[in-house]
């Protein structure tokens, strides 16, 4: 069963940089879809990105198109968000999220996700 682990959040000024990775446990990693998603304090959790098991099906929110990149490297079981140009409403808890099969951008198709990492963008 895959488990997976964020990493990389922290705290950055607005146009800055931050990576975030997604380490996961488990075989058949490489057959997963795995997404990014994020909830601010008081707000939804929303999608933010997903990439399929082949690492050119890729899917953006319109709100980080442009700025953020999510990228795979299935040898180590990682998947990367690039995250550039951060705004003040980028702040948010960031999760991983994993499911066997195709990229979803809703929270409810994976069944599998992380603990979340916070990313903290100032003004």
């Known amino acids: 069963q895959v488990q997976l682990v964020e990493s990389g959040g922290g705290l950055v000024q607005a146009g800055g940089s931050l990576r975030l990775s997604c380490v996961a446990s488990?075989?058949?990693?490489?057959?997963?879809?795995v997404a990014w998603f994020r909830q601010a304090p008081g707000k939804e959790r929303d999608f933010v990105a997903v990439?399929?098991?082949?690492?050119?099906?890729?899917y953006y929110a319109d709100s980080v198109k442009g700025r953020f990149t999510i990228s795979r490297d299935n040898a180590k079981n990682t998947v990367a968000l690039q995250m550039n140009s951060l705004k003040p409403e980028d702040t948010a808890i960031y999760y991983c999220?994993?499911?066997?099969?195709?990229?979803?951008?809703?929270?409810?198709?994976?069944?599998?996700w992380g603990q979340g990492t916070q990313a903290t963008v100032s003004s």
């Open positions: 488990g075989r058949m990693f490489s057959t997963y879809s």
């Open positions: 999220a994993a499911r066997s099969g195709g990229p979803l951008m809703y929270s409810r198709g994976y069944d599998r």
């Open positions: 990439i399929g098991w082949s690492a050119g099906d890729t």
